[in-house]
């Protein structure tokens, strides 16, 4: 076979080699092809299919952020439900001794009272004896002269009148006290009953005189209409705001003793107010220690207390909203400046 015949037999067998592997890497070329593009639908479908995952999980992760939102706030209401039934069943407990036991002292220190004007006059009615037996027996046996000095017949006459007129102060104080308590209670006054305030305040006041003994009470009643309302909780109310009004002065005037300036006294102030939105407005301002602005907006959440261990237990203020805000549609506010004083601002609706 001559040189050149070889030669091209040779290629053309090459060619047809070349020529098959080229059929065949295009083969594999689209065969890649097909799969890249299977490969590339895959992740799109997935891709989509993630992105649904992803939104599902947003959409989840935020119902269950609202749910938990949700239950946070059930539970936090299902507390103070707790505490107000647990305060109110304490109210009750002791409404019931308070006025059990006023009921029980009214009756014996009435009998007392009501003694006490007839005693003097009898008592009078024997000084004058005395003095007649003196005036035409002016020179009685020895005995009863001695007798008559020894008891000092000068200055019974003159301090009996006395004893017996501190007496009846004294008695006419504890049936104060008596009414005091039995106003403060109202047990006798179950639901919402239109009610006078300034006797709430007052009898609220009279519960706590000695507590405040020292404080001066400035007090500027309005004309107020009667106000309809569960006149127990609206007393405790009272009771809450003045028993910390009384605690801030204490707490300054320790702090001022610490300090060695002169001694401030502690004043509170109470104001009524009527306005013409037929609201009903009621100011307790102290002169106390008053209260940092980082924590003013805590002071009305339940155990939240800045006070001692044991001395404090944070639900004053909580329930005070709670039956103000919650229970007779008012509005509850505070004002305060650190070392100069609080204000707490009640508002009632007057109707119902
Ligand atoms: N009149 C006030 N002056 C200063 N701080 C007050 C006054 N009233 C309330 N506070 C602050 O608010 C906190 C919460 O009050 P309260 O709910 O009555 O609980 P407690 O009296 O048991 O601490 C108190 O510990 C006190 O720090
Ligand atoms: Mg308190």
Known sequence: MPETVMGSQEHHVQIQEL?????????????????????????ATKESLLKNV???????KQTLEQQSQ????????????????????????LGQTTSGIAHEINNPISFIHGNLAPL??????????????????????AEVCLKRENIDIEFLEDDIPKMLQSMATGTQRIRDIVLALRN?????????????IHEGIDSTLMILRQKMLGIEVIKRYGELPLVTCAAGDINQV????????VDAIAQKLKMIQKIGTPLDTGVISIWTEY?????????????GIGIESNVIDKIFDPFFTMKEIGKGKGLGLAIAHQIVVEKHGGSLDVQSEVGQGTEFLIRLPSQR
């Open 19 to 43: 020529e098959k592997t080229i059929r065949v890497l295009q083969k594999k070329l689209e065969r890649s092809e097909k799969e890249r593009g299977q490969i590339e639908s895959d992740v």
């Open 54 to 60: 992803i939104h599902e999980l947003q959409t989840s």
């Open 70 to 93: 949700d239950l946070q706030n059930a539970l936090e209401k299902m507390q103070m439900m707790q505490l107000q039934l647990i305060q109110s069943e304490k109210m009750s407990a």
């Open 120 to 141: 003097a006059a009898y008592i009078g009615d024997l000084f004058q004896l005395i003095h007649l037996y003196h005036h035409y027996f002016p020179s009685p046996p």
């Open 184 to 196: 403060f209670s109202r047990l006798d006054e179950a639901g919402y009953k239109a009610v006078d």
């Open 238 to 245: 009272f009771m809450n705001l003045l028993s910390n009004a």
């Open 275 to 287: 306005q013409a939105n037929q609201q009903v407005v009621i100011r307790i301002k102290d002169n």
